[in-house]
């Protein structure tokens, strides 16, 4: 049999012509295509210059070809759906498209019918556009998941508190057994570790309040080493180059510790083959120029540097701009919140590096003279405040009620225990306390309070909380009111409640 000849194009109009003057003079990307679908696409009539510059295409080398070019693996079914008869309507949609060089972009179309069997596309790239609609959607599912998370560290904080709470208590009556003395401290020990991570989770939840203090740069580090190396892989080498005389600094240790992770994870995308991660740490002495980012100082510095795939000089200049990323599923935020934290604690983020050279990120946060808080791990002794006062404890966990309760009223306190704010509201219309310890994010935490001052107007207010007090009992004097963040010790409950007793109503 004779092989078949390819089938010419269709015949073009001789009104075409001034259609195309039309369409070379649109501000936008356009092209006219043949209204007869040809499987997952039609075939293109006429490109402006726009619809090539946007393409990556030559306009005179789409003359002829189907749109189905433009489709990857990520594109649904793109063609236009035009519909023919006594009516006609335009199909419009959005999706990811690709370019010549394969780069994917975010497309919106509208076709209408243009003559008899003719069809007008108008694309645009809303590729930002999408990129901010899916951070928002990512920021809703975080949301989502920071509340889960928040709602299990509420419940994981208060088995912490009765954890640690018993172990205080234990202490004190085996100190004549240095054994079991010994095997209690591992288990207060375990207990603190657990606090501490329930307090990363309630930062990722936004539910817990920042906390900057005096730390050295070097111990946050070697908290999150073994994390580092494992999350690394084991095509990656990480090398720890820490200062042995790096000064301190104020920042939130769990932000920092963030800043840092994030940091290294975009060091390890970018050695998809493995290489080399180096964090070094190391004292600066900046002498900034007026209307510089940075005072003039001592600072301490925290290096991240990668042997990856580098960064061109355009991407460098937006790299810390909120939904900027250059990931095709980034939100581009991680950056974005690092650049915030560190500017936030007074310090600055740079970055230096060539494509296929590397990247280093830089880190410089100014340094104090304040010791480091260090973080004992010793199981505290619980003091004698020797309390006589009328207390109030509302608590729905009825195993750290009864705890706080006990250590309360050995120290010498009249406790009364509610299990709701429902029970000790309908209680409240005959008594009073000196001294309400309550969660103050509990349903109608408020009302209870302020129906207690109707009776006290010196009530003290000690919120057992995660959140701060201050929006839910925003009338009650800063001087009646104290906070004490789940997971606590016993040793600082007595401390906190004596020290709110004492202190002047007013």
């Not at 990120?361 to 004992?376: D, G, H, K, Y």
Request: hydrophobic letters at 40%.
């Amino acid at each position: 049999m004779p092989r078949a000849r390819p089938s010419s194009p269709a015949p073009v109009p001789p009104a075409l012509d001034a259609a195309k003057q039309v369409l070379a003079a649109l501000p936008e990307a356009a092209l006219l295509t043949r209204s007869k679908r040809e499987g997952a696409g039609v075939e293109i009539v006429f490109a402006n210059e726009r619809f090539a510059v946007l393409t990556g295409y030559a306009a005179a080398a789409l003359t002829g070809q189907n749109t189905r070019l433009l489709h990857g693996a990520k594109t649904d079914l793109l063609a236009p759906r035009a519909h023919g008869g006594p009516s006609w309507r335009f199909d419009a949609g959005e999706n990811w498209l690709h370019r010549k060089d394969g780069t994917a972009f975010y497309a919106s179309w509208e076709f209408r019918p243009f003559g008899p069997d003719l069809l007008l596309g108008v694309y645009r790239d809303i590729s930002e556009i999408r990129r901010f609609q899916e951070a928002i959607i990512h920021s809703q599912k975080l949301d989502t998941v920071g509340q889960l998370a928040g709602g299990v560290a509420h419940d994981f904080n208060n088995l912490l508190s009765i954890i640690n709470g018993y172990c205080e208590i234990l202490s004190g009556k085996i100190s004549i057994l240095p054994a079991a003395q010994k095997d209690l401290q591992e288990i207060h020990r375990a207990g603190l570790k657990a606090a501490s991570i329930a307090r990363q989770i309630l930062e990722f939840s936004r539910r817990q309040e920042t906390e900057a203090r005096a730390v050295n740069p070097n111990t946050l580090i070697r908290e999150i080493s073994d994390i580092l190396r494992r999350v690394m892989g084991d095509g990656v080498k990480v090398e720890l180059r820490l200062a042995s005389d790096l000064g301190n600094t104020r920042i939130d240790p769990t932000q920092f510790q963030q800043v840092l992770l994030n940091l290294c994870f975009n060091a390890r995308d970018a050695m998809p083959q493995g290489g080399k991660l180096t964090v070094r740490t190391f004292n600066h002495v900046h002498a900034a120029p007026p209307g510089g980012r940075l005072a003039p100082g001592s600072y301490c510095g925290v290096e991240v540097k990668d042997t990856g795939l580098g960064i061109d000089e355009e991407t460098r200049a937006r790299i810390f701009e909120p939904f900027f990323t250059t990931k095709p599923h980034g939100t581009g935020l991680g950056l974005a919140m690092a650049f915030s934290v560190v500017r936030g604690a007074g310090g600055d983020l740079t970055v230096r590096s060539q494509p296929q050279a590397g990247a280093s990120f830089e880190i410089l946060l100014p340094e104090t003279a304040e010791p480091e808080q260090v973080f004992s791990t010793a199981i505290p002794a619980l003091p004698g405040t020797r309390g006589s006062e009328t207390l109030w404890l509302v608590e729905s966990d009825d195993v750290l009620r009864k705890m706080v309760s006990g250590i309360l009223a050995v120290d010498g306190y009249r406790v009364s225990e509610h299990a709701s704010v429902a029970s000790a509201i309908a209680t409240a219309a005959n008594h009073a306390p000196e001294l309400l310890l309550i969660d103050t994010t509990a349903t109608d935490a408020g009302k209870l309070v302020r129906t207690l001052v109707a009776r006290n107007p010196r009530l003290k207010v000690l919120a057992v909380s995660v959140e701060s007090p201050a929006a839910v009992l925003a009338d009650l004097s800063p001087r009646s009111l104290g906070h004490l963040p789940k997971p606590f010790a016993l040793s600082t409950l007595l401390r906190a409640v004596r020290g709110l007793l004492d202190a002047p109503a007013r």
